[in-house]
Nanobody, 121 residues
Framework: QVQLVESGGGLVQAGGSLRLSCAAS????????MGWYRQAPGKQRELVAA???????NYADSVKGRFTISRDNAKNTVYLQMNSLKPEDTAVYYC???????????????WGQGTQVTVSS
């Protein structure tokens, strides 16, 4: 019914940059907030950044000033520009979207499959 497809992960040296993208497709009626979470080995999944339909944003303290979240509502896509990457940013990054589907008519949480980001020192 719906897919969140992430792209843009990979291996980068410390200090480098990556841009993640996540496109939502399917029987979407509306998209509320979109965001990025990450999970490092042995750690819980944590919020990295989120953006509302009104473009209000919030960030984890650890990424403020380095990461920027944005969205293109016409394309149902959310982006995460990651600059000045550090080894501690290494994790699987997951896209999240709170959406209403035409077939379900209620606001629900959806997740992408995850994309690996590895930052070498």
């Amino acid at each position: 019914q719906v897919q969140l497809v992430e792209s843009g992960g990979g291996l980068v040296q410390a200090g480098g940059s990556l841009r993640l993208s996540c496109a939502a497709s399917g029987s979407i009626l509306s998209i509320n907030a979109m965001g990025w979470y990450r999970q490092a080995p042995g750690k819980q999944r944590e919020l990295v950044a989120a953006i509302t339909s009104g473009d209000s944003t919030n960030y984890a303290d650890s990424v403020k000033g380095r990461f920027t979240i944005s969205r293109d509502n016409a394309k149902n896509t959310v982006y995460l520009q990651m600059n000045s990457l550090k080894p501690e940013d290494t994790a699987v990054y997951y896209c999240n979207a709170r959406m209403v589907l035409t077939t379900r008519q209620r606001l629900e949480n959806y997740w992408g499959q995850g994309t690996q980001v590895t930052v070498s020192s």
